[in-house]
């Protein structure tokens, strides 16, 4: 029997999971509208794009729409909110089956989402409040990221600091990592923050870094950086290396990237320590989540990836130079059991 694109999606999926159950039941019962998976359209509407997480998250979209068979549209609205809600409408004038909002604001979103709903369409939202119960969120678990940093840098630094916050209002993995902040501060009275500063202007990281050198002009005492995403801490660190205080001031984000790696692998990096999935992961995570629903199940209304603690030491003991090794070191980074059913393909390890 010559094998058609049903069945090889299938061996695929079954491949991936490396069991023989998962195999048959990929092979023989794709749901529809999985059994004829070409006729199956999905738009991804994104808001942020720029900077190596944003790049590895549309991998992760892209390589799981692959492996599923479908159709994947990608509109960028590179931080125009009101064209990413029009967008959001061309979607709809296409007549996709499911859509993916990706980042952006609740104001430009909320009523944008609800028109897909209305008509009739499937959507997930990737770091972005949309207020709408029929639509399920897509997070890394936000407040744990920032969580998890802060408690690194009082193991670093004790629990007595002048600290530098990096911070963008109005977005929703930034909001959720703020509440963080807000809470170690109030556990933590000796946590003074004397600065706040952040931009989502392009490109990201020199934007921050501007403002990062007169932050750190006008506060000398500032000891810690909270930084949490990884465009922000790049920022910062250039202003720290330009002023010479690398061996000073320690940096906190979230996220990462190989680029990453390397940079809070730098002799005398301010960079201690960052949390974070891996956005590929999380990309393949919002396409099945979407494809259970267009299957007719439940994901839930929160799909949550699991964020890991990576620090400067542990890179350096391990030697890990990019996000492959990474992986390699950190089974829990490479895939993530969420969104998962037994006749979803993955995509090829």
Known sequence: MTPNRRTTLGLLGGLALAGTTALTAAAQDMPAPFDNPSEVQIALVRYLSTGDFFQAYLAGVEAQAEAL?????????????????????????LGVDGIIIQHGLTESMREAAQRAVDAGIEVVAFDVNVENDAIPQIEQSDYLLG????????????????????YVPGIAPLDRRHAAWEDIKAANPGITEVAQMGTLDNPIANSNANQARSVLQANPTISVFFAPYNEFAKGVKIAVDEAGLS?????????????DIAAMREPDSAWKATVATNPAVVGEVSVRALAMMLAGEDPGNQVIVPPTLITQDFLNEADISNMEDLSANMPQFAHADVAMTEWMPLPPR
């Open 69 to 93: 068979g479908v159709d994947l549209r990608v509109f960028d609205s590179r931080q125009d909110a009101a064209l990413q809600a029009d967008m959001v409408d061309q979607a709809i004038a």
């Open 247 to 259: 061996q000073d001031i320690s940096i906190y984000s979230a996220d990462v990237s190989t680029a």
């Open 147 to 166: 969580q998890l940093a802060l408690e690194q840098a009082i193991v670093d630094n004790g629990d007595t600091w002048d600290a530098g916050y990096v």
